[in-house]
């Protein structure tokens, strides 16, 4: 197995099989532990009913599967649920690293919005992630381990009729994918897998704050999950005042890959844009983002802001109702999903260990 994952959870199932036969065991183990840990969501090795004690034993004494357990959950009226989850001690200051996931329940779809790294090494100016200490990324087995937890946590499976079944994951928890790409992608294709979920990868996004490098490796590599940009600004002064990495790779930039992933994959890319009041809603922000809707095949997924940074305003439903209609008018395919979890600090941008 390789150096980055020194255990049997967030290994490839390639990467099991020849790990068993490294131990002397048959290959087809591999396959096994792979089922037990993706599609059955073990929480431990006594789950591997199919193995011999012996050899659970030896695993265990390898620690070989490490747990990520979950250690508060609140759930909001709207049906949605966050779960805080401890991923180890930071060595630095002996705090544990907790991270979140949120169980996202909303027009039919169960989505589990999953967080990449602990905190965030980005400052958009409008996210309360970007407040916390950055405690590092996390390991591909953590990023799955949170779609499994909340599974667990929630008695969902995937089975077609279950009413709680996992419709839909997004890398849109704490973090910025792009900055942990390989364990974000792993993570990713675990999901995918069939002997895992086999979530379809039209079902599961990954949400960049705008990472141009990242954005081009995953359209070179013809990665077939969707992929979503925080734009948040259409002009590239007013985007660098709310999003600090606007200064690391500007907006043209931006909108340069975005438009190579889109002509690459034949997919629409999605933008997110958090509506704030004085910001980013005027007219002529309005006529910015339309021109930018009209030259990249994509849709727009309007966000109302979450949180009091700065003591900038929540837009009223009608000043959202009215740059909605705005750019619809112009037959820019925009939505407004509402705010699912904000009683409970697990709506987007409110991830920082409260509520
Ligand atoms: N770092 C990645 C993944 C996080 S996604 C990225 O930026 O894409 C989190 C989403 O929540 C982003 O689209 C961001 O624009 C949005 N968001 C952040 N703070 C918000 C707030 N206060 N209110 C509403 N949406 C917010």
Known sequence: MS???????????????EFFKS???????GKQAFIRINRFQARTLSEFT???????EKLEAMGA?????????????????????????DRRDEETKKIEAVWIVSEGRRTACISSQVGCTLNCAFCATGTMKFRGNLKA???????YGLMRHRGSSMAADDPERLTNVVFMGMGEPFYNYDQALRAAHLLHNPHGLNLGARHITISTAGVVPGIERFTSEGQPFNLAISLNHPDPEGRRDIM??????????LLAAVRAYTKASGKPVMFEFVMIPDKNMGKENVEKLVAIAKSVNC????????????NWRRPTDEEMVEFQNALRQEGILAFNRGSPGRRVGGACGMLALTG
């Open 3 to 17: 150096e980055e994952t020194p255990i049997l959870k967030g290994a490839l199932l390639e990467e099991l099989t």
């Open 23 to 29: 131990i002397g065991e048959p290959g087809y183990r």
């Open 50 to 56: 199919e193995f011999p004690l012996a050899l659970r």
């Open 65 to 89: 599967f490490p747990d990520l357990p979950i250690i508060q959950t609140s759930k909001d009226a709207d049906g949605t649920e966050k779960a805080v989850f401890a991923a180890g001690t």
């Open 141 to 147: 087995w953590q990023i799955v381990d949170q779609v």
């Open 244 to 253: 600090d990495i606007t200064d690391r790779f500007s907006l043209p930039d």
């Open 299 to 310: 849709k727009i997924n309007l966000i109302p802001l979450n949180t009091n940074l700065h």
